[in-house]
């Protein structure tokens, strides 16, 4: 008997430890790969219309979890209590659902801005997508997050602060109202902007589909020769569509990320007897603030142009594909 409590007791700190590494490679790679993504994007004009803007705000909301997430490691090696100050537990739990909301909804806004420059005609674009609406979103994305990590202590629905279950900080499961929060927050809370994601990104595909056959058709019967109506920077009108398809199948490539991190994480925490691997799918749910400062700086030339510079590194030439 003593035996077996004692292989448990081991098998758990290790466990601990794992986790504790995992959190502690997200951390460090999350915050310095995000902060420089801010650092190209403030250093570089370029990098700072409508579309970026978002991403900056993503970048911001990944870089302060990444920074919150000591404290989470702290939790995991705690063997029975949180041996801190109670506030500092309650105040990380705070910045994660904050940032976790904000991240998800900024990709969604991402998603709304790429369906109107793709789609729409360039004269209309800036009706639907300018500094203006860009600021009402981004304000009204950090309100609302901040609301809702605020809401379960304003209406008492379960307790924030440290999880004895599962060693973490951010709310208590032993609680009556978890399973209610729980739920509003895997089913309700990151679903609806993914389904708005979806929608947009499936509205894209339709649309260049489409302008795609209408092409096609044109030329079949047709046979058009004369070359594409030119900008004024000597840059086709075709370039352009292509870029911005560019940028947007990149950018797909970001919500598809945090859509694999995610998805494992909310079905552990609304299927019974999964309670087991939660720990690890909230590892692998945070992981999406460490991997898409890499993406950015594989995908897209500018910003991988701008980071080569920031350490020295010789660059070919390339075309900037952030447009809009």
């Known amino acids: ?31 310095l790969g995000n902060g420089i993504v801010l650092v190209a994007m403030s250093r570089t004009a370029k990098l700072r219309n409508c579309t970026n803007i978002f991403i900056g705000s993503l970048a911001v909301s990944d870089m302060i979890n990444c920074l919150t997430l000591p404290w989470n490691i702290v939790a995991v090696l705690s063997v029975d209590h949180w041996p801190l100050p109670s506030a500092i537990c309650l105040m990380s739990s705070l910045v994660l659902i904050t940032c976790t909301i904000a991240s998800v909804y900024s990709l969604a ?36 997050s901040l609301a809702t990590a605020l809401s379960p202590i304003v209406f008492e629905i379960v307790e924030l602060g440290f999880d004895s279950k599962y060693h973490i900080c951010l709310w208590d499961t032993n609680s009556p109202g978890h399973i209610v929060f729980s739920c509003i927050f ?23 589909r489409k ?3 209408k092409i096609n058709t044109q030329r079949s019967t047709l046979h058009l020769t004369t070359p594409p109506c030119q900008l004024q920077n000597g840059v086709s009108i075709s370039n352009v569509r292509k870029r911005n398809i560019d940028v947007t199948k990149n950018l797909f490539i970001v919500v598809l990320a945090f859509v694999i991190c995610s998805i494992p994480h909310s079905l552990a925490i609304i299927i019974p007897g999964t309670a087991a691997i939660i720990p690890y799918t909230a590892i692998i749910f945070n992981c999406s603030g460490c991997i898409n400062p890499l993406i950015y700086a594989r995908k897209f030339p500018e910003y991988r142009r701008v980071i080569s510079k920031m350490f020295g590194f010789k660059v070919n030439t390339v075309h900037d594909i952030s447009c809009s």
Do not use: C
Request: aromatic share 12%; charged share 10%.
């Open 1 to 31: 008997m003593t035996s077996n409590m004692s292989s448990s007791g081991s098998d758990a700190t290790t466990a601990a430890h794992i986790q504790a590494f995992l959190l502690s490679i997200i951390s460090i790679g999350g915050s």
């Open 109 to 144: 806004s991402v998603a709304y801005v790429r369906y109107i420059v793709v789609t729409k005609p360039s004269g209309k674009i800036d009706k639907f997508v300018n500094s203006k609406i860009t600021m009402i979103l981004i304000t009204s994305t950090w309100l609302m």
């Open 186 to 208: 895997a089913m309700v809370l990151i679903p609806v902007p993914l389904f708005s994601m979806t929608y947009y990104y499936l509205a894209i595909f339709l649309f260049i």
């Open 211 to 213: 302008e795609a056959e």
